[in-house]
């Protein structure tokens, strides 16, 4: 490939989908992690049992890993955003900063704050007001993601600003409708069941990784943990249940949000369906080879109505087309058709993988809560106790065997991985549907881009990033290796006594006691 015939608004959007995809590998992990923290130490402050305790430092541990490095990947982000797209940011940045500044100075300070008071103040703050910062963490997580996801649905659906004729910039006129418009609402909604659901597989995969260490144990003739097999084993649990719930949160949020699409982007849906002309009643495309120069399909396997079910909640209506919508566009905006297409293969494609990865692990969920169901549903010569690795029970009285055992296990552990696959193809599958708008109607990609930036400093940055992303992924491999790999302390105790904020009288008390460090 001769890299100096690029374009820079190729390489821009290469870096831009680098970073962005590897920055959200952590971002749904954090959002989720904190949130599950918080429900494993409320357990453990309304009940005082230790295996919650185990769970919440453990859970607690491997979040923080997460939010450091998700720190760390976004602030590269928002360089290669600022070296870049400098030619779009003055023209929206009045727009797209103002919920960005609601997210550093609401979302973020809640997040930092709190972190710190949580992690310093085991020993010495109250076990319902500690328990209330991390709560107060998580919050400042799905605040954080609301305020990010209605700058980018500004991109998707601009609304809320008017074009200042003499500067040709836009202006935010009404900062309530960018917040709360419906692509907005539904963004987000989809977006954290997302984040919850790839969590729940993260918690699963770690939980069975541990559990099949000691099944392996077990059968060997040696001693678990009996501790750490009761927190995993409750984690176990705790991951697959969100798995279900989330799962279906994602998929009904999923319809939401593709319903809206197709009244605000409707090259999107049709290039997401390979739906070339406008159909009434519009089919589903169960498998598609297109031929993009011809404008059709070569190869298409259908189901007849469903596409328009999906769109509209009834199996007649007209779905518009890919060729009927650029052309459309064109006639709006100036140029031909063809100006106004995606990446149709990678479009279809992208949304089809989110799906199927996203979807496998809710699957997986339900299977596995179902083989490691409780004792009410399974026959009482087959139960086990809370410190035992859990059978897996197929019907009430019979298991699986031990080669379906293991693949089960194996299969708990590689669910970690699918609904990170899945969000990085959603994030394609959203960014490259978009083209050829950077903010759609407004603003094309290619005059986004940084007019004083030349190629070659773009590919010096981008190999730079990309040996820098590299080296962190080593980090983050090696910490989780070493501290997900470790399981719970359960050495460690929780705290003795719960600990009391300072009153007067105790205030008055340390008055009278010699400072213990002074000049």
């Known amino acids: 490939m001769d890299l100096a015939a690029l374009s820079p608004d190729t390489i821009a959007r290469w870096q831009f989908g680098m970073t962005t995809v590897y920055h959200y590998f952590f971002v749904p992990l954090t959002i989720s992690l904190a949130a599950i923290t918080a429900g494993l130490e409320t357990a453990w402050v309304r009940t005082g049992r230790e295996k919650y305790f185990h769970a919440t ?12 490095m998700g720190v760390v990947t976004g602030l590269v982000q928002e360089f290669q955003f600022g070296m870049n797209w400098s030619a779009y940011s003055r023209f929206v940045g009045d727009v797209f900063g103002a919920p960005l500044a609601l997210e550093a100075l609401l979302a973020f300070f809640f997040e930092s704050t709190f972190i710190g008071l949580w992690i310093f103040g085991w020993d010495k703050l109250p076990k319902k007001l500690h328990c209330a910062c991390i709560w107060i963490v998580s919050i400042g997580t799905i605040l954080s993601t609301y305020f990010i996801l209605a700058a980018n649905s500004f991109m998707q659906h601009p609304v809320g600003y008017q074009i200042d004729k003499a500067s040709g910039k836009a202006h935010l006129t009404d900062i309530a409708a960018v917040l709360f418009q419906k692509i907005t609402v539904v963004t987000v909604i989809h977006s954290i069941t997302a984040a919850f659901l790839t969590g729940a597989a993260f918690v699963i995969g770690i939980s069975a990784i541990h559990l099949f260490r000691a099944k392996r144990r077990e059968l060997a003739g040696k001693k678990n943990d009996h501790k750490q097999v009761a927190a995993m084993r409750t984690s176990l649990r705790v991951g697959l249940t969100l798995a279900v719930i989330f799962g279906l949160g994602t998929a009904i949020s999923g319809d939401s949000l593709g319903q809206v699409m197709f009244q605000q982007q409707p090259m999107k849906m049709a290039s997401a369906e390979a739906l070339w002309n406008t159909e009434a009643p519009a089919p589903f495309s169960a498998f598609a080879i297109g031929d993009v120069n011809q404008g059709r399909n070569v190869v298409d396997i259908q189901v007849p109505g469903v596409l328009s079910f999906l769109a509209h909640h009834d199996f007649h209506s007209a779905v518009p087309g890919i060729n009927d919508t650029a052309a459309a566009e064109a006639a709006k905006y100036g140029g031909k058709p063809s100006d106004y297409l995606p990446n149709v293969p990678v479009t279809y494609w992208g949304f089809r993988a989110m799906i199927t990865f996203g979807m496998t692990s809710f699957m997986l969920g ?8 409780r004792k009410f549903w399974v026959h009482p010569d087959k139960y086990t106790g809370e410190c035992d690795v859990p059978r897996m029970m197929l019907t009430n009285k019979r298991e699986l065997g031990p080669m379906l055992t293991g693949l089960a296990w194996r299969a708990a552990i590689f669910t970690m991985a699918f609904p990170l696959i899945a969000n990085s193809f959603g994030w394609i599958f959203t960014a490259m549907g978009r083209q050829p708008w950077a903010v759609v109607g407004l ?30 992924a080593v980090v983050e491999v090696k910490l989780l290796v070493k501290y997900a790999g470790g399981g719970p302390i359960t050495s460690e105790r929780p705290p003795a ?18 400072l213990a460090f002074a000049y």
């Open 366 to 373: 339900a299977a596995g809560l179902w083989l490691t169901r």
């Open 497 to 514: 006594k719960d600990p009391q904020l300072r009153t007067e009288a105790g205030a008055e008390q340390d008055a009278d006691k010699p």
């Open 443 to 472: 603003l094309r990609t290619v005059d986004g881009v940084s007019p004083g930036v030349s190629v070659t400093e773009q590919l010096i940055t981008l190999i730079g990033f990309a040996v820098l992303y590299l080296i962190l």
């Open 57 to 68: 430092k453990f859970w607690g541990k491997l979040f923080l890993i997460n939010i450091a």
